[in-house]
């Protein structure tokens, strides 16, 4: 969780000290009329520097740090460039947040405030201050001895701007959303040896049911009983057994019916749908990775952390349609019991399917994660997560992410939602040729393809015989973005929280 983050004040006029003022300058480093005015108090010592500080371009993140006489009132000007205003876009903006909390931090400032918050808009402000929270994230749980610099903390941060009220309540969800994204990163961060799928649910079901989404916890025995023969097959070496956990949000309407506050609707709304994949740890199974290949294996529980995530923002927003999420856990193993190559095993829907290699195994808990939410729930749509394929990295690079879909206005608005995040997405193909790769003389299906070519579509293909016809279907192959190197938003290189942002925006904006 972030526990550095500064507390967020909104006024519309500076009250109080603080040790550092921040000004927005763009790169034309002319100063506006706000910051103008800001800059008489401090003897023009802002426009001075801008003319004739000649390595300062104001180029976006860029910040510059001026001490002032020991009579200010203030200590110290921080400078933070925004670049060119036509090429703020929302990741940039966070950046750009996250590099001013860097300069805030590394000159000791404890109470900052920013006095020019009116010369961005409101949206591009609230990306700012989200890159503030996302850069505060660290991740010691496991550490004895904390970091001494991290004890001097930055307290508070004041935004000096005319919005103030809107501000302030634009800014509870710029938390929420932050909180969010952390969660995601804190499960995907926790080791295999704490959070494994017994665990795993439990957390799910702690942090989720105070917030009001329903969370089914289905174990061993009822997963046995519903025949989920792919689920349990991945997870039947492991002494940790396989769950289903099942979280339902009804809605904001229906939330409000259910305490008498509403008239409750007259039809049930089907519900999105979002599943995930929870590979606690892939050790490839009896088809064992390389040392190599097994270090980052605790991420491969990427895609269920990301709709975990999403589900907690989905309900501290109070969405207003109904939610549906389902993650399928399980821990790749190897024992005596594991699953063999050239084992065949029938899933919960009824397919045969004969497993050739162990180490796919993600795509056979979504299969059965994939069945259950369409014949339990029959949903509007369905949007699957996965760190699936490293043939996707492969592919596509680690910065985007794979989007394999069944339906152009789905497809569309994904895109869009991709757009307006940052959170890139990149359409892969879809059709009969990869589907024919995993023909059987054995079974229904087999788990992988002919070779190591196009290893993600057939990935893809294979999840995709799972899902009924007519069915609105995406599948996000996560596993090149959920993992990322330190930057200023992501300061603990490991989980991105990929996802949370684009999902939540993608349902925001087209259903409410």
Known sequence: ???????????????????????????????????????????????????????????????????????????RVIIVGLGKRDKLTSDLLETIGGKMLGALSAQGAVKAAILNADDVDAAALSSILLGVQLASYRFDDFKTVKKEKETAQLKTITIVTSQDKQQAKDSKMVDALAQSISLTRDLVNTPPNVLYPESFAAKIKSVLTPLGVSVQ??????????????????????????????????????????????????????????????????????????????????????????????????????????????????????????????????????????????????????????????????????????TLTGAIMVALGLNHCGAFVNDNDLWAQLESASGSTGE????????????????????????????????????????????DKDRKWAHLDIAGVAMSKSTPTCPVPFASGFGVKLLNRFVEKFYG
């Open 1 to 75: 969780m972030p526990i550095l983050s500064p507390a967020i004040h909104f006024s519309e006029k500076l009250t109080g000290k603080a040790d550092t003022s921040v000004i927005f300058v763009y790169d034309d480093k002319k100063l506006s009329k706000i910051a103008a005015a800001a800059d008489k108090l401090f003897g023009g010592l802002i426009a001075h520097h801008l003319d004739n500080h000649t390595k300062f371009a104001a180029d976006a993140g860029q910040t510059l740090s001026l001490a002032l006489p020991p009579k200010s009132d203030t200590l």
């Open 217 to 386: 916890i289905l174990d061993e025995k009822q997963l046995a009983k519903l025949k989920m023969g792919c689920l349990i097959a991945v997870g039947q070496a492991s002494e940790h057994a396989p769950r289903l956990v099942v979280m339902s949000w009804p809605g904001a309407e229906k939330s409000a019916a259910a305490k008498g506050t509403k008239a409750a609707s007259k039809k049930a709304e089907k519900p999105l749908a979002f599943v995930g994949k929870g590979i606690t740890f892939d050790s490839g199974g009896l088809n064992v990775k390389p040392f190599e290949g097994m270090l980052d294996m605790k991420m491969d529980m990427g895609g269920a952390a990301t709709v975990v995530g999403l589900m907690s923002m989905i309900a501290k927003r109070k969405c207003k349609v109904p939610v549906v999420a389902v993650v399928a856990l399980a821990e790749n193993s190897i024992s005596d019991e594991a699953t063999r190559p050239s084992d065949i095993v029938t899933s919960y829907s009824g397919k045969t399917v004969e497993i050739l290699n162990t180490d796919a195994e993600g795509r056979l808990v979504l299969a059965d994660a994939l069945t259950y939410v369409q014949e339990k729930y029959d949903p509007k749509l369905i949007v699957d997560l996965a």
């Open 424 to 467: 890139k997405l990149w359409r892969m193909p879809l059709d009969d040729g990869f589907r024919r790769e995993l023909d059987s003389p054995f079974a229904d299906i087999k788990n992988i393809g002919n070779g190591r070519m196009g290893g993600s579509c057939t990935a893809a293909a294979f999840l995709g015989e799972f899902i």
